[in-house]
């Protein structure tokens, strides 16, 4: 019962979701852009490093990640505890149908940098690729906040061995 309570509270806080729809095929377009001379390694397949660049904006970095095949840029958190996503790019992967009702694991509330607790929902992301790394099964929180900010935090960075960071280049080297 708590579960349908949270399918129907997540759907209907997610329907408000403007725009989403309307930049699906410019978001495809980039995906398509970005896919190209990628080989993929899955988990396991690990050997060397891969590299993504990263942006720096206001004081964070972002760097590029695809979610389920989507490609949204987060910001970099080592103090992350997991993925985090807004309600918003929830809604997309919800519309695209590369998150399903089994994604949903449950409810929780999490605290924030600020120690504020806030109530969200855990999914399990089918993919999160890094470079040419993917990642699979990753949990991910979605925040009940529109704008909040999308966080790669240690659900997914705990399963690189070694990250490494150079700001005269502005990489940052997954091993």
Same mark, same amino acid.
């Given at each position: ?17 403007? *725009? ?13 852009? %970005? ?33 389920? *095949? ?8 080592? *103090? ?21 009702? %089994? %994604? ?6 999490? !605290? %924030? ?22 990642? !699979? ?39």
């Amino acid at each position: 019962m708590t579960r349908y309570i949270l399918y129907a509270f997540i759907i209907i806080n997610l329907s408000g979701c403007s *725009g989403c729809s309307k930049s699906k095929n410019r978001r495809k377009a980039q995906i398509e852009r %970005d896919k190209t001379n990628l080989t993929v390694k899955r988990a396991g397949d690990w050997s060397g490093t891969t590299s993504v660049y990263m942006e720096e904006d206001n004081g964070v970095y972002k760097v590029p990640v695809l979610i389920n *095949g989507s490609k949204m840029d987060f910001i970099f958190d080592t *103090g992350a505890s997991i993925i985090s996503i807004s309600t918003t790019e929830a809604m997309f992967l919800y519309k695209q149908g590369t998150l399903r009702e %089994d %994604d949903f694991i449950g409810s929780v509330n999490f !605290q %924030d940098a600020t120690g504020n607790i806030s109530p969200g929902t855990v999914v399990r992301l089918k993919s999160v690729q890094i470079g040419d790394r993917v990642l !699979q099964n990753v949990e991910a929180s979605i925040v009940n906040n529109t704008v909040a900010p999308l966080l790669l935090g240690q659900s997914a960075l705990a399963q690189f061995g070694k990250i490494s960071i150079d700001y005269e280049r502005k990489k940052i080297s997954f091993e």
